[in-house]
């Protein structure tokens, strides 16, 4: 065998190996709960109490909406909780006048373990702004995420879905900053 198709059949095989290896460490990243402690922002004279929960992804784009969300309430003069979706976080959020959630989708349906908190947790007709992030454009993905929220008493406010094609959606923080300002009364 000459040369050359050995070292192109064995980039290929080599390319073919990193790949595999690759998407299951992403599969693993992805099943792993990530738990954080409740983290609070601002005064304790403000108009009220906002919870942001979020579900981390592959990239960093869940966790850099949070960051905006939590600077936006901060602006409006909320005090802001942020932390985590996992098994451990709270579930009686009546306390919150607002929770805006922020998750992955993948596979075409909202992150498992957002799907099952929202089995779980207590809105009692909270206001709730839902945030989906998918590798796609499709609008319908805010439409599931809506879709829970209702069957779990939250009444929703606000919903945006943003993609992150490669690279995160261009202007994605001036149209939180603006859902925010929507949705917020």
Same mark, same amino acid.
């Given at each position: 065998?000459?040369?050359?198709?050995?070292? +192109?059949?064995?980039?290929?095989?080599?390319?073919?190996?990193?790949?595999?290896?690759?998407?299951?460490?992403?599969?693993?990243?992805?099943?792993?709960?990530?738990?954080?402690?409740?983290?609070?922002?601002?005064?304790?004279?403000?108009?009220?109490?906002?919870?942001?929960?979020?579900?981390?992804?592959?990239?960093?784009?869940?966790?850099?909406?949070?960051?905006?969300?939590?600077?936006?309430?901060?602006?409006?003069?909320?005090?802001?909780?942020?932390?985590?979706?996992?098994?451990?976080?709270?579930?009686?959020? +009546?306390?919150?006048?607002?929770?805006?959630?922020? +998750?992955?989708?993948?596979?075409?349906?909202?992150?498992?373990?957002?799907?099952?908190?929202?089995?779980?947790?207590?809105?009692?007709?909270?206001?709730?702004?839902?945030?989906?992030?998918?590798?796609?454009?499709?609008?319908?993905?805010?439409?599931?995420?809506?879709?829970?929220?209702?069957?779990?008493?939250?009444?929703?406010?606000?919903?945006?879905?943003?993609?992150?094609?490669?690279?995160?959606?261009?202007?994605?923080?001036?149209?939180?900053?603006?859902?925010?300002?929507?949705?917020?009364?």
């Amino acid at each position: 065998m000459k040369k050359w198709k050995i070292i +192109t059949l064995s980039s290929i095989l080599i390319l073919l190996i990193s790949t595999t290896i690759f998407f299951k460490i992403s599969q693993s990243y992805l099943e792993k709960e990530q738990i954080t402690e409740i983290s609070i922002f601002g005064d304790e004279n403000t108009r009220g109490e906002i919870l942001v929960l979020y579900r981390p992804g592959i990239t960093n784009f869940q966790k850099d909406l949070n960051d905006n969300a939590i600077d936006e309430t901060i602006k409006r003069n909320w005090t802001t909780s942020s932390t985590t979706i996992s098994s451990q976080t709270i579930t009686n959020l +009546t306390k919150f006048e607002y929770v805006i959630i922020i +998750t992955p989708v993948y596979e075409q349906k909202i992150h498992d373990d957002v799907s099952k908190y929202l089995k779980k947790v207590v809105f009692n007709q909270t206001k709730i702004i839902g945030i989906v992030t998918s590798g796609s454009k499709h609008s319908t993905y805010i439409d599931n995420l809506n879709e829970s929220i209702t069957q779990a008493n939250g009444k929703i406010v606000g919903g945006l879905s943003l993609s992150y094609i490669i690279f995160p959606e261009f202007g994605a923080k001036s149209k939180m900053s603006t859902l925010i300002t929507n949705s917020i009364e």
